[in-house]
């Protein structure tokens, strides 16, 4: 163990915390997290916690929902500018305007959105989940909202459902192309190739395997084959690797990096647990207005 993962186990006994971090963060920030996971895992585990501080090592979204989760808990955000940029990428105007047009649409809330948005949503879902929710909802109408990459992947395979699309997208996901993908199939012809629901459908239609970070993670290490072409955020080849240290895994065309989540460090932990700041506050009544579709995806998800 060397200096500051010694430092950062200390202050973990001395506050009574736990650290939390997404599969896209830096490799030694996942090296030193009690609960490593996607962002379903990540909300489910947040209700199971025992602890009075959590320290969440990914996106503002995230902290938020471990907050909204857990209102009594302190929740650190190790760099509050971490920020999700897709998060934003819809309006309480918009969808006051859809619930208008439609009577019994459902607004289903991608967990990559701010507590504002989920305060006026049905449901959230994740990537792991939402094709599981979407198609247990009675309503006819479902305005999926911010994604519109994992609403049209849902849509495609629901076609019993009226789907109103948001424009919202994910630059680390939405700027992969096909033909960076076939470029890649071609140098590896006998890879697997394991793509995010965040991707276009030209990307998805390429793919062996579509699903969350856990899901990619879970299906490379079940499958025989040796080779895989991973099309996420680069961060998921730390996981990948530690648990298959004999299969090959390579990326398709540039490296796709999410900023956001790589503003996370050793030392911005430790400055964390040190100071308590910085901590997630939201106002009281907004939580509990954005809990509700969060305890509906835990519940429909099980
Ligand atoms: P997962 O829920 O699959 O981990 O994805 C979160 C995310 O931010 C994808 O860009
Ligand atoms: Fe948001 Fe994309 Fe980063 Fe995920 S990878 S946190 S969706 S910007």
């Known amino acids: 163990m060397n200096e500051k993962q010694a430092k950062i186990e200390q202050l973990k006994k001395e506050k009574n915390a736990v650290i939390m971090a997404h599969y896209y963060v830096a490799d030694e920030v996942q090296d030193i997290a009690d609960y490593i996971g996607d962002s379903y895992y990540l909300s489910d585990v947040a209700t199971k916690i025992d602890a009075d501080v959590i320290v969440l090592c990914g996106v503002s979204f995230m902290g938020e929902s471990a907050k909204i989760l857990n209102p009594d808990k302190t929740v650190l955000l190790p760099d509050d500018s971490a920020d ?18 439609y009577e019994d649409v459902a607004v289903v809330c991608y967990v990559n959105s701010t507590a504002e948005l989920k305060t006026c949503s049905d449901v959230c879902v994740t990537s792991a989940n939402a094709l599981k929710i979407v198609q247990a909802l009675p309503n006819k109408n479902i305005f999926f909202i911010p994604d519109q990459n994992l609403a049209h992947y849902i849509a495609d395979k629901l076609p019993e459902k009226n789907f109103i699309f948001n424009d919202g997208y994910c630059h680390v996901h939405h ?23 965040e991707c276009k459908p030209e990307v998805t239609a390429l793919a062996d395997y579509i699903g969350s970070t856990s899901g990619i993670i879970a299906y490379a290490k079940q499958s025989t084959a040796s080779e895989f072409i991973v099309v996420t955020e680069m961060g998921v080849m730390h996981e990948l690797q530690k648990q298959n240290p004999d299969k090959k895994f390579y990326t398709a065309g540039n490296m796709q990096i999410c900023p956001n989540m790589k503003k996370i460090t050793l030392d911005k932990i430790i400055t964390a647990l040190e100071t308590n700041a910085p901590a997630v506050n939201l106002n009281e009544e907004f939580m509990k207005k954005a809990l509700a579709p969060m305890e509906r995806m835990l519940v429909l998800s099980k």
């Open 84 to 101: 999700c940029p897709m998060a934003h990428m819809a309006t309480v105007e918009r969808i006051e305007e859809v619930r208008r047009e």
């Open 175 to 197: 700027t992969l192309t096909a033909e960076q993908i076939q470029a890649a199939k071609t140098a590896r012809p006998t890879a697997k190739v394991l793509v995010h629901p």
